[in-house]
């Protein structure tokens, strides 16, 4: 114990080149806890959510309602299977329609794609968190349409109370603002799923069906009933499971770039590491050599040193981590590979990444520590004091 606290003082010894070492550790640990919390972002807005009580029907084979495409005939199939929920004498299901339309981005940064979402009013009782923070809800059968809130800002145009050109003399009006508890749907544009239909010339098909089942158990009989007809060529998928299927992509490709760029700063913070406690223990010989004949074993040197070398990159690696949390006000905004849709989302910094990362700082004061404290340890008490 004594050892390690003599190697926590020299710390202080050697300020700058230990706050140095240190902002090194610290900017490597920010990049790696940033990744992660993009890719947790990205399972926040897309992937979490749903309930288990609900499911989707899409065309077989589809991985998302944008690719998904079947005749509207179906839909009355599907509300009627056994294990849907019926409210005032009507089944809780309704048959929605996604389409993709490329707008101007604001400050003319090009063209995005955005979400449109053509819903009926079943599809709000299915989503009783969502929520209009501004404006009002579009009216059934007219050309009026809301935005979720993530969207604002970002679009020239998309904005309350103005037009936007779905298609050529197909304009629709802004009329509301709404959030969805940060899930994917904010970065969506909303309006009634006939008005959507006719701009874009699909009035007899749809894209997706969206059920709420008596209860979770209830998911095998109706997927049964919906899957049996092969002449339908339909799939049902719990709504938790169709949600966590969507963010995989783009969260695995930001966990991989990352970790990637991470082990390259990360390798610069270990040299920076190395360099230093290698110059510590130049700097130190005599002292070491002094320790060595009051009897303190090669052992217990390089154990001190160890120490010495992982307090200091778990500092850096804490001050990484508190810059990070500034980031969870940040939005970014990408396109989701499997909607090809703009997504606005934040970094997720949760608790189970922050440890992590100061693990990652941790682990590299261990590994660029290494060879400084075994030269320490092998320091000969003799040479050290006729130095």
């Not at 070491?288 to 778990?314: K, N």
Request: proline letters at 4%; glycine letters at 10%.
């Amino acid at each position: 114990m004594l050892i390690v606290k003599y190697n926590i003082r020299s710390l202080f010894v050697r300020k700058t080149t230990a706050v140095a070492t240190a902002l090194g550790v610290a900017l490597a640990t920010l990049v790696f806890a940033a990744s992660w919390m993009l890719a947790a972002g990205v399972t926040k807005t897309v992937g979490e959510g749903g309930r288990a009580d609900n499911a989707i029907v899409l065309r077989k084979g589809s991985d998302a309602e944008l690719n998904s495409n079947f005749e509207a005939q179906s839909v009355a199939l599907i509300s009627s299977a056994p294990g849907v929920k019926n409210e005032n004498g009507r089944p809780l299901a309704t048959a929605e329609s996604v389409m993709v339309v490329a707008l101007p981005k604001a400050g003319g940064e090009g063209l995005s794609n955005v979400t449109l979402r053509g819903v009926t009013e079943v599809s709000y009782s299915l989503r009783s968190e969502l929520k209009i923070v501004e404006g009002q809800r579009p009216r059934p059968g007219t050309e009026e349409a809301m935005i979720g809130s993530r969207l604002r800002g970002r679009f020239a145009g998309l904005d309350l109370g103005k037009p936007v050109e779905l298609r050529k003399n197909r304009p629709v009006t802004i009329v509301g603002v709404f959030e969805d508890e940060g899930h994917a749907s904010e970065s969506e544009v909303w309006l009634d799923r006939d008005v959507l239909a006719a701009s874009f010339g699909r009035p007899t098909t749809v894209s997706s069906v969206h059920v709420r089942l008596e209860d979770p158990g209830k998911f095998a009989a109706f997927q049964a009933a919906v899957e049996r007809d092969k002449r339908l060529a339909l799939d049902a998928i719990p709504e938790p499971e169709f949600l966590a299927h969507q963010s995989e992509g783009l969260s695995m490709f930001l966990t991989i770039m990352g970790t990637i760029i991470g082990i390259f700063f990360s390798a610069g913070a270990m040299l920076g590491a190395t360099m230093t406690m290698h110059a510590a223990v130049s700097n130190r010989e005599r002292e070491i050599g002094t320790l060595r004949a009051l009897g303190f074993s090669r052992r217990g040197i390089l154990i001190g040193f160890l120490v010495e070398a992982m307090t200091l990159t778990a500092i850096g690696g804490v001050v990484g981590v508190l810059l990070s949390t500034c980031l969870s006000r940040v939005k970014i905004s990408m396109v989701n590979w499997t909607t090809w849709s703009e997504l606005v989302f934040t970094f997720s910094p949760t608790v189970e990444i922050l440890i992590k990362s100061v693990i990652f700082a941790a682990v590299m004061g261990l590994l660029g520590g290494v060879f400084p404290a075994y030269r320490a340890s092998k320091v000969s008490p003799l040479a050290a004091l006729r130095s």
